[in-house]
């Protein structure tokens, strides 16, 4: 495994390509973890509660909405990184008992070891792919599943699909709730297919994002929020509007017309996400 250091970073060669933990210089004992260039997580070691990211934030409103403040969840998170939500969970409602899914063994060594986190949070980690992680898992199991999964920057094919949709909804306890980060860009044809693949199975439903992203208009990430009971559109448009990034919640009639007669995705012709246009992390989003 390869390893050098710079003056302002760490380099370490992965399972999934080069990481890379960039100091924040702005934030003492902050980092930004990079996979090919492409920012993972942010993590303020000191304030596990400040999201740098807009869309963990996003995230992080959803979580914070789904049960009165304070109380344990127990959440499955797919997709590792450097476990900035799983922190800010394990600080924020003391006593959640949490499972992350990351397929990189190598990446989760290097944050254990570079980015440890305290054991009182209760975060276990295994080395495995999300679909065969939630495959092995009991019904029921979970109050909130958390996707974030990305490889070479885009989402596995197998990860977009109404047959993994199910085995989500399998895991989530009746009242459970599917939080997933989406990348997409104009058209938003990947955006649309999954919404209405998640509504196939999960049927109440809305998402979050910035206007820009929402109209078309530039490459970036929505936040969907799904389960079998309304989400709380209200108090998340609050927050969306309250944001650094003020984000805009579609749902309802709203959400309707954004999926219009969009087809849901099965595993037969699933496809990954849309990768980012050239350029776009160098340009410092």
Known sequence: MGRRRGADRSVEEVDTGRAELVPDPDR????????????QSHVDLADPTHLEFEYVRRFAAALDL????GTPLRVLHLGGGALTLPRYVGVTRPGSAQRVCEVDGALV??????LPWPADLRIRV???????MLASTPDASFDVVV?????????????????????????????????????DGPPLRHARGQVATVRAVLPYACVVADAAVLRGR????????????????????????????????????????????????????????????????????
């Open 66 to 69: 789904v049960a009165p403040p």
């Open 126 to 132: 295994r080395v495995a792919d999300a679909r065969a």
């Open 28 to 39: 003492p004992r902050s980092f930004t973890l990079l996979l090919d260039g492409a920012p």
């Open 109 to 114: 060594e290097l944050v254990r070891r570079a």
């Open 147 to 183: 996707a974030d999964v990305f490889a070479g920057a885009r989402t596995p094919a197998h990860l977009t699909s109404v047959e993994y949709v199910a085995e989500v909804a399998r895991v989530l306890r009746p009242d459970g709730w599917y939080l997933a980060n989406v990348a």
């Open 218 to 285: 530039r490459f970036g990430n929505l936040v969907l929020v799904a389960g079998r009971t309304e989400p709380p559109v209200p108090e998340l448009t609050r927050r969306a509007a309250g944001d650094w990034f003020p984000g805009r919640v579609v749902a309802g009639g709203e959400l309707d017309r954004f999926v219009g007669g969009t087809s849901v995705v099965h595993d037969a012709d699933a496809t990954g996400s849309v990768a980012p246009p050239s350029g776009f992390f160098s340009a410092g989003r």
